[in-house]
């Protein structure tokens, strides 16, 4: 279990991939409005270390799961989850992002910068 995402393709941007990502795997057409975090995230399973953005795609329609078209080669279902949920059924690493994330979601701060899901020492929290 874990956020949709992707790997940006040669040539295309960061937020380009995101939406096709959505699109591909979800069904969906989405916009991002802004970008909530930069996390740096070590090698992991076989993979290299590796950037993940985290975009702002607003607030969803209470109807969107109506809509999705999932691609079944990736996607197999859909959960609404809050906190008490994802932290028992994600990686650790995603954990981590999650709870830094949403933990400034209310901040109209600067974009959080991660390493592993955390904030770094150096970096003074969002206020």
Do not use: K
């Not at 909530?36 to 795609?57: E, Q, S």
């Not at 949920?85 to 650790?92: C, G, P």
């Amino acid at each position: 279990m874990g956020p949709a995402r992707g790997v940006v393709d040669p040539d295309e941007s960061p937020a380009s991939c995101l939406v096709r990502e959505i699109e591909e795997e979800l069904g969906l057409t989405v916009e991002p409005t802004g970008l909530l975090a930069v996390n740096w995230m070590p090698p992991w399973l076989g993979w290299r270390d590796a950037v993940l953005l985290v975009f702002d795609l607003g607030v969803a329609a209470s109807d969107i799961t109506d809509r999705l078209v999932l691609e079944d080669r990736e996607i197999r279902a859909v959960h609404w989850a809050d906190e008490s949920v994802w932290v028992e059924r994600v990686a650790a690493y995603t954990a981590r992002m999650l709870r830094s994330v949403t933990q400034g979601a209310s901040s109209p701060s600067p974009i959080a910068y991660l390493e592993d899901g955390l904030r770094p020492e150096w970096e003074p929290p969002r206020t």
